[in-house]
Structure formats: C-alpha cells, structure tokens
C-alpha cells in the first residue's frame, strides 16, 4: 500500500440478506484529501460508508485503515482509532441536550482535560452550540443537527472522517456554511470521505472523485476533472446532478 492512502477498499462485497448492494468496491483515499463518492439514490453510496466503518461486514473484499487491515474489526473500536463515521440522517438523540449529545461522541476517552479541549473545539466551530449547549438537540433546525452530528464525530478527535450526505435537506445557504466547516477541518488535517448525490457542492471541493452506480464504481478521477465533466456525471446520477 502506498504510505499516504489512510484508508482504503479493496474489492468489497456487501449484501443485504440475499441481495448483493455491492459488486466489489475498491476505492482509497490519501492523507489530507477530501475525496467524493457521488451516485444517484440506491447507488450504494452508503453501503459502502457502512462496510468501511464495520457497520455492515462486507461478504468479501478486506477494508485497510492506516496501514491495518480493520475489515473484521467490530465498528465501536474504530472511533477510538481515529476513524469516525457521521451517518445519513444525523442520528442525534433529541431528548438529550446538545452537550449530552457531544459527550457521545468522547465516551471512550479518559482524559477531562482532553474532553473539554475538544468541546472548546466544536464550540468553537459552532457558536450556536455552545449557545443552545444545554437545550435538547430536538429544538435544532436541520442545519443545526448537522452541525451537531458533525460537532459529535468531531469529539472523537478523527483522523478520518465518513461523512454521509451533509448536505442533505438543507437550504442552499446553509449547505454552503455545512461545507465551509468541512473545508476548514481538513485544512486542520482531518481527511474526509464526503458521500453526495449533490455532485455540484462534493466536486467543488473534493480532491478526487468516485461515481457509484448500482453497486459498482463506474468512473473516478480528480475533482477538478470531474468537475469539468459534469454532463457524464449528470447522465450517471440520473440527472441529479444539479
Ligand atoms: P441513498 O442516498 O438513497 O441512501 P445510496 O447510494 O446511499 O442511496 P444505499 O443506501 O447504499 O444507496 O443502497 C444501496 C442498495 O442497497 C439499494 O438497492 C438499497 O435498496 C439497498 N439497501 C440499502 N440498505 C438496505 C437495507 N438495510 N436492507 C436491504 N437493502 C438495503
């Protein structure tokens, strides 16, 4: 393995009871890049998030994360390893508070110190959770709970972050706001793995690129590239490319 790909797939296969949602995968990303895994709905765009974070087991195929190979590896004993993964939907818990929420994401750490630097941290990247800190995480718009399932992941101090459709429900200005932060935190080194269907927001910030389709990759290049070739992207995504 080349030493700067963190985390990669090589030839996964994961099914869904008899179905096959994956046809051997094989994909890597490199330290300190934003990488996009495009496709349209069903693509398998999070299968393959939950097969590398050891959500789902792929059936065959073997998952490498800093230089290990973690495919067999139970997902609760990755945070800790530096690999966190924010699935689609937030899922935050909306009867607890948005720091009950956030210390969530920091259960495996021992060190107090170490806990509230990282809240500092989040708090710092959004304001309004440090001002909304102690109201229960229901109250917050669809933005705000992004926020907060990105700020969660962010308490487990990643190296590698899985991010699910961040953009997902979320009006144009405030996609833009969601992305900036994703920006800003792997220009303070953290590398992410950024699954759209919104082709547009992923490439204008990605590295490199990878399109889905029915289980299989179907093409990849360098963000700017794929930039540039928006109209095949289109036709692959089933015209959601806008
Ligand atoms: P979306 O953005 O709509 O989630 P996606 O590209 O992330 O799309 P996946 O959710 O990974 O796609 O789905 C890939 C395929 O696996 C689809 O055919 C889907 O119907 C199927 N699938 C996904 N989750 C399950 C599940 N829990 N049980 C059975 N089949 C599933």
């Not at 961040?166 to 950024?194: D, F, H, Y």
């Amino acid at each position: 393995m080349e030493p700067d790909i963190v985390l990669s797939a090589d030839r996964i296969v994961t099914r869904y009871g008899g179905i096959k949602a994956l046809h051997g995968v094989s994909l890597s990303v490199k330290r300190g890049q934003i990488v996009a895994l495009l496709g349209a709905n069903g693509a398998g765009k999070s299968t393959t998030l939950r097969t590398l974070s050891g959500l789902i087991a792929a059936s065959s195929g073997s998952v490498r994360f800093l230089g290990e190979d973690i495919t067999k590896v139970p997902a609760h004993r990755l945070p800790h390893r530096g690999l966190v993964h924010v699935p689609e939907g937030r899922r935050i818990f909306g009867d607890m508070t948005i720091k009950e929420n956030l210390d969530l994401g920091s259960f495996t750490l021992a060190d107090d110190v170490e806990r509230r630097r990282r809240l500092d941290h989040v708090f710092e990247l959004f304001p309004i959770l440090a001002r909304r800190q102690n109201g229960d995480a229901r109250n917050l718009s669809g933005g705000e709970q992004q926020m907060l399932a990105i700020g969660r992941a962010l308490m487990a101090a990643p190296k590698v972050l899985l991010l699910d459709e961040p953009s997902m429900g979320l009006a144009p200005q405030l996609i833009k706001e969601v992305m900036n932060i994703v920006q800003r935190l792997n220009r303070e080194g953290v590398t992410i793995l950024l699954v759209e269907q919104n082709s547009k927001v992923a490439l204008k910030f990605a590295d490199y690129g990878y399109v889905l389709k029915a289980g299989r990759i179907v093409l990849e290049g360098l963000g700017s590239d794929l930039a540039s070739n928006e109209a095949v992207i289109s036709a692959y995504l089933g015209g959601v490319a806008a």
